[in-house]
Nanobody, 125 residues
Framework: QLQLVESGGGLVQPGGSLRLSCTIS????????IGWLRQAPGKEREGLSC????????NYADSVKGRFTISRDNAKNTVSLQMNSLKPEDTAVYYC??????????????????WGQGTQVTVSS
């Protein structure tokens, strides 16, 4: 069974940067594509980015394209999300999760499983 643990959240000013990390443990942890999603108060969970098991392919939501970068280090069982040019509307709880389709990124947010507990990101002056 996979376990995912997020870290790196916090309070940052608009225009600032944060780097989130997702540490993955469990059987065949490097087999799965991993995604980052977020949920703001009163809003639905939003898929932000996903990286395939090999790291060879990534995708991004329009809301974060050009500002966020996903990467993974399978030797360290980690997937990171570098977030630059942060905006107040980026405030949310950020989650990492594993693709239910194994090594490929799913089309829908509901096709992620093994969710982490989340890490709070607050963008405010």
């Amino acid at each position: 069974q996979l376990q995912l643990v997020e870290s790196g959240g916090g309070l940052v000013q608009p225009g600032g940067s944060l780097r989130l990390s997702c540490t993955i443990s469990g059987f065949s942890s490097d087999y799965y594509a991993i995604g980052w999603l977020r949920q703001a108060p009163g809003k639905e969970r939003e898929g932000l980015s996903c990286i395939t098991s090999s790291g060879g392919s990534t995708n991004y939501a329009d809301s974060v394209k050009g500002r966020f970068t996903i990467s993974r280090d399978n030797a360290k069982n980690t997937v990171s999300l570098q977030m630059n040019s942060l905006k107040p509307e980026d405030t949310a709880v950020y989650y990492c999760a594993a693709s239910l389709h194994g090594p490929v990124c799913p089309q829908r947010s509901v096709d992620f499983g093994s969710w982490g507990q989340g890490t709070q990101v607050t963008v405010s002056s």
